[in-house]
T-cell receptor, first 112, second 112 residues
Framework: NAGVTQTPKFQVLKTGQSMTLQCAQDMNHEYMSWYRQDPGMGLRLIHYSVGAGITDQGEVPNGYNVSRSTTEDFPLRLLSAAPSQTSVYFC???????????FGPGTRLTVL | AQSVSQHNHHVILSEAASLELGCNYSYGGTVNLFWYVQYPGQHLQLLLKYFSGDPLVKGIKGFEAEFIKSKFSFNLRKPSVQWSDTAEYFCAVNAGTDKLIFGTGTRLQVFP
């Protein structure tokens, strides 16, 4: 199993550009989540999904969109990038509330 | 809304010293509790978890944590730290929702 994979690993954007961070998992996990990690602020939940076709907002959803058309994929879209979105983004998946959450390797995003 | 507090932001220890990292959460109902570790340059890995039963939970690499319901706490402990324990440690809580919420993290530096 590849586990949780994320692409790209690094990305530089200009303010106002849009892009999609890709996330995929091959463990047949129902739950998938996106977090951003910023110094001194830990991991903050952006959006999450409990199954294909179901998504919900986390702690910091503004400026981001998600969709879950398949169990495997959970892309995160930045609609109009802002410098405040400079961060490291982690995708994660788990089978349910009672299971370990597995993290991807992260995407380091810089918005100029 | 559920929240997680980690009051120790940065801890510096010498090898063989004992470690205790604090974690408090705000939620009055049933909770699932986790400690994750992030070694430099790596993604998060599960150290240990508590769902129910014995409130003293043992994890990998000699770590343990104690759930004290009356104090809303889930502190992480290790009797004797090693240089290789240098990492950032995150407490996380799932409290009756589908969301896994993380604390702000504690950076541990262990010197030989």
């Amino acid at each position: 199993n590849a586990g949780v994979t994320q692409t790209p690993k690094f990305q530089v954007l200009k303010t106002g550009q849009s892009m999609t961070l890709q996330c995929a998992q091959d463990m047949n996990h129902e739950y998938m989540s996106w977090y951003r990690q910023d110094p001194g602020m830990g991991l903050r939940l952006i959006h999450y999904s409990v199954g294909a076709g179901i998504t919900d907002q986390g702690e910091v959803p503004n400026g981001y969109n998600v969709s879950r058309s398949t169990t495997e994929d959970f892309p995160l879209r930045l609609l109009s990038a802002a410098p405040s979105q400079t961060s490291v983004y982690f995708c994660a998946s788990r089978m349910s509330d009672y299971n370990e959450q597995f993290f991807g390797p992260g995407t380091r995003l810089t918005v100029l | 809304a559920q929240s997680v507090s980690q009051h120790n932001h940065h801890v510096i220890l010498s090898e063989a010293a004992s470690l205790e990292l604090g974690c408090n959460y705000s939620y009055g109902g049933t909770v699932n509790l986790f400690w994750y570790v992030q070694y430099p340059g790596q993604h998060l890995q599960l150290l240990l978890k508590y769902f129910s039963g014995d409130p003293l939970v043992k994890g990998i690499k000699g770590f343990e944590a104690e759930f004290i319901k009356s104090k809303f706490s889930f502190n992480l402990r290790k009797p004797s730290v090693q240089w290789s324990d240098t990492a950032e440690y995150f407490c996380a809580v799932n409290a009756g929702t589908d969301k896994l919420i993380f604390g702000t993290g504690t950076r541990l530096q262990v010197f030989p």
